[in-house]
């Protein structure tokens, strides 16, 4: 999570500073799906199709 705020930080301050605090509070986003992942698992077509 610390790196992934270091590699925001020059285009996105607000999310850098958004994604450490959240690595502070110890949470980790190894676990975290998709939006893709979410929409295969309900049968939904993938989003560029429309």
Do not use: K, S, Y
């Amino acid at each position: 999570m610390r790196r992934a705020a270091r590699d925001a930080f020059p285009h996105d301050p607000a999310l850098a500073h958004a994604l450490l605090q959240l690595a502070d509070e110890g949470v980790t986003l190894e676990n975290c799906r998709t939006w893709d992942d979410i929409r295969a698992e309900r049968g939904l077509p993938p989003r560029d199709i429309a």
